[in-house]
């Protein structure tokens, strides 16, 4: 496998990335692209910096926990669909994308190309968080009663899921 694929493949077979994702996806759909598309990039770009990051700065504790952190923040935010400001939901986009992106980049070797992982690794955040966005936007502006509730729903079953590895992880020392 090239390692454009393994960048791109690495996110979508660990729950704990392809979720967030699709949360923040949910979220931005939530907000609007008209108001939140900026994120559409902003998210990606910070997933690939923090792979990068990840061959400066190997061995920084805890970041598993704090990518389990971001499922369950995501997840709430959904679930509880109130408007953050802009400020708000960029910090969060940018760091956990950084924490993210630092856990896929962790995960290479001193052969892997860096920038064509990190490419791989943006396109693949990319198309899920576009999908994601372009999906609930579009099924909100149907104003279907239900629709509101099912996006909600799947926010509040992402943020259970990262409650509940994240206690699981602890039980089994995550991030030692």
């Known amino acids: ?21 699709a ?7 939530q907000h609007g692209l008209q108001k939140a598309q ?7 770009l910070a997933v690939a910096l923090g792979a990068a990051g990840a061959r400066a700065l190997p061995g920084l504790p805890l970041v598993a926990a704090t ?11 959904t679930a509880l669909a109130k408007p953050l400001p ?6 969060f986009c940018c760091a956990f994308g950084l924490t993210h992106g630092y856990a896929n ?6 052969q892997t190309s860096m ?7 943006f396109a693949a955040t990319f198309l899920v968080v576009a999908y994601g966005a372009a999906a609930a936007q579009y099924l909100l502006q149907r104003k279907i009663s239900w629709i509101d509730i099912a996006v909600r729903v799947a926010g509040s079953w992402i943020a259970a899921i990262g409650l509940m590895a994240l206690a699981i992880g602890m039980r089994g020392g995550l991030g030692r």
């Open 1 to 21: 496998m090239n390692h454009f694929n393994a960048g791109f493949v690495h996110p979508l077979t660990a729950f704990e990335h392809v979720l967030a994702f």
């Open 23 to 29: 949360a923040v996806g949910l979220l931005i759909g």
């Open 38 to 44: 900026f994120l559409i990039l902003i998210f990606p």
């Open 67 to 77: 990518n389990l952190v971001s499922l369950i923040l995501f997840g709430a935010l």
């Open 86 to 91: 802009h400020a708000a939901l960029l910090a």
């Open 105 to 110: 980049g962790s995960a290479t070797t001193a």
């Open 115 to 121: 920038l064509a992982f990190a490419a791989g690794l």
